[in-house]
Nanobody
């Protein structure tokens, strides 16, 4: 049973930084070594932010490129999202995902290609 648990969310002021963590457990299949970060704000569709393919290749969504960085500590089975220069429009619930079905590239930002999801952690950016 794959389990993903996000943490590190909270309230921050505009221009601030946060680091999200996603602890993964219960997987053995190679296809789920790829991992990604998504977010969803009320009334909006889930948005792909950053994806890391199983070989370490990464991609970012246009709205966060240059501000967010995805990384992974394989020894700890933990995925991270370092977020800097946060803006009010970054306010959302953030989710990590694994169990990817697709190829490296823009497909990593498509939520339908991921099979396992965490419960999310809330990020609120105030001005």
């Amino acid at each position: 049973q794959v389990q993903l648990v996000e943490s590190g969310g909270g309230a921050v002021e505009v221009g601030g930084s946060l680091r999200l963590s996603c602890a993964a457990s219960g997987y053995t299949q190679r296809s789920i070594y790829s991992m990604g970060w998504f977010r969803q704000a009320p009334g909006k569709e889930r948005e792909g932010l950053a994806g890391m393919y199983r070989d370490g290749w990464t991609t970012y969504g246009d709205s966060v490129s240059g501000r967010f960085t995805i990384s992974k500590d394989n020894a700890k089975s933990t995925l991270y999202l370092q977020m800097t220069n946060l803006k009010p429009e970054d306010t959302a619930r953030y989710y990590c995902a694994t169990g990817f079905s697709g190829s490296a590239g823009s497909q990593l930002l498509q939520s339908a290609r991921w099979n396992y999801w965490g419960q999310g952690t809330q990020v609120t950016v105030s001005s």
